[in-house]
């Protein structure tokens, strides 16, 4: 198990910056892969950005966060974050924290085991 609690999440004007965090617990933090995803109403939950194991891993990122969002990790913290820059309100939407086993491949929602609660970012025009 490895419970993720997500946080930072909430009202900005639109061109405003927010950063999310996510807090895990468990000695294997480092072992997995971290995502970001997000979910806006009446929509399917996206993938946002992904960090690899190690800090300082590889990153990847959606077409939408690109340019706008850095994703990092300090696993001395067991902490993941999400810089958010020039926000837009199509960025509203929860914002979740995923964990994926070593192997997997980031993107797929099925390749993460762990989820975090959410945290909800609302952006206004």
């Known amino acids: 198990q490895v419970p993720l609690v997500e946080s930072g999440g909430g009202l900005v004007q639109a061109g405003g910056s927010l950063r999310l965090s996510c807090a895990a617990s468990?000695?294997?933090?480092?072992?997995?892969?971290m995502g970001w995803f997000r979910q806006a109403p009446g929509k399917e939950r996206e993938f946002v950005a992904d960090?690899?194991?190690?800090?300082?891993?590889?990153?990847y990122y959606a077409d939408s966060a690109k340019g706008r969002f850095t994703i990092s990790r300090d696993n001395a913290k067991n902490t993941v974050y999400l810089q958010m820059n020039s926000l837009k309100p199509d960025d509203t939407a929860v914002y979740y924290c995923?964990?994926?086993?070593?192997?997997?491949?980031?993107?797929?929602?099925?390749?993460?085991?762990?989820w975090g609660q959410g945290t909800q970012v609302t952006v206004s025009s």
């Open positions: 468990g000695r294997t933090f480092s072992n997995y892969g």
């Open positions: 995923a964990a994926r086993p070593f192997g997997t491949s980031y993107g797929r929602l099925s390749a993460y085991a762990y």
């Open positions: 960090i690899t194991w190690s800090s300082g891993g590889n990153t």
